[in-house]
RNA sequence: GGCUCGAUCGUCUAACGGCUAGGACGCGGGGCUUUCAUCCCCGCAAUCGGGGUUCGAUUCCCCGUCGAGUCACCA
């Protein structure tokens, strides 16, 4: 059976790549029915941040991605079960003493490699290259590299997957299997999302945190659709996927070997594809902490215009709050106050001809006196909810 | 710099060694339309360079160039 983990450190949000590291996983064990563990690397006490494990986890289950089992590493340090794997080392003359810590000892002028089966291929080194990297520090706790290979073995995981940049600290993993007499789990390296500026993804550059786009109004459906396609692609190309269908679809074959660039226009379009296709309550529901007085009738005229939650302020704000008196031609709005009720039910177009005025240069002064923009809903549709009294009250202004 | 990885439209990508290199986003044009969108139609746009191997290279090999990652008692 196989047996994914996600192992992130809780640093206080979630990086795009991680959720993408994390779906993956769970697609990937999932697909045959296996289990996805979740594992929090925290033993670095110095970086520990409160909060963030369960925030992290209120994320990942935003996304639907539930785990089989759960662990925590600080606590399974205090079980000693690194220390006591440090020693074991030590004892078998596989790592020293130095400073208070233990460091991996490494052969001299041999070759060590793996297979990568996201990247398919082997990757080689030779061990003089290989660096006689801490695994336990002078505070007790485990390095990365000691609990990654324990834990590892211990939970059983049969494929790690996990982000590019781990690709150099391979061969210490592998080093560690062969003296621990551990049998190597299947290793797959992923690629790294680059910013369109160039570089790897950086919070300097903008949005790198789920979080930060779910607070935009970015849908968790959006987000992981437009992840998942970010290094992977099926064999037809299919571009929209849920959950399921993802893990239903995934193959590891479909991993991609050179960096993808972020590219945001194309997030957009899977959030807008996204909020057209929500019911019209589900959409309401969604806006409401954005618009807390967004109603449902006028969710319809929204919701072709949305890219992302966010914007419902600015497309209907004017419900709830009168803009600003605009300069707008007053013979159109005294015309429109005298044949209102033609107007609303759309009869009037004959009759603004025949003032000899342009039928858009018409309704766009009562657009601007109403909506107090350019860019609105649909006019007569937004009088009638806004009422005679509240729509004439902002044409006389 | 050492080590490692990578290279198809601007971006995400498809193409058992074999059609006019396909799709999507974006962009341009058009249709619909009282704004902006949505929706529909059309279009522009790519195999990094040089050598090989082969009847034939986007695809396989080598070199170069460019890009990326990593070189902590952080993960």
Known sequence: MIRTRFAPSPTGFLHIGGLRTAAYAYALAKHSGGKFILRIEDTDQKREIKGAREKLQGVLHKFGLRWDEHYIQSERAQTNVYKQAAQQLVEKGLAYRDLGAI????????????????????????????????????????????????????????????????????????????????????????????????????????????????????????????????????????????????????????????????????????????????SDTELLQLIKPYLSEITLEIIPLIK??????????????????????????????????????KLIKGELTEDIKNQGWKVGDFFMSLRLAICGSKITPPLTESMLILGKDETLARIKL
């Open 103 to 278: 460091r991996l000892k490494t052969p001299k002028d041999e070759k060590i490699e793996y297979h990568d089966f996201a990247l398919k291929k082997t990757i080689s080194w030779a061990t003089n290259d290989i660096p006689e990297a801490v695994l336990l520090k002078s505070d007790g706790f485990p390095t990365y590299h000691l609990a990654v290979v324990v834990d590892d073995h211990e939970m059983n995981i049969s494929h790690v997957l996990r982000a590019a940049e781990w690709i150099p600290s391979t061969p210490i993993h592998l080093l560690l299997y062969k003296y621990f007499g551990f049998k190597t789990p299947e290793i797959g390296h992923l690629t790294d999302i680059l910013d369109p500026e160039g570089g790897k993804l950086s919070k300097r550059k903008g949005n790198v945190s789920v979080e930060q786009f779910l607070e935009l109004g970015f849908l968790p459906e959006a987000i992981l659709n437009f992840v998942i396609l970010l290094g992977w692609a099926p064999k037809d190309n299919r571009e929209l996927y849920s959950l399921d269908e993802f893990v239903k679809a995934f193959d590891p074959a479909g991993f991609q070997k050179s960096n993808p660039v972020l590219n945001q226009k194309k997030l957009d379009w899977f959030n807008g594809h996204y909020i057209r296709i929500k």
């Open 304 to 341: 072709d215009r949305l890219t992302t939650l966010v914007q419902a302020r600015d497309l209907a704000g004017f419900f709830f709050t009168r803009p600003q008196p605009q300069r707008v031609d007053a013979n159109h709005l005294r015309f429109a106050i005298e044949n209102y009720d």
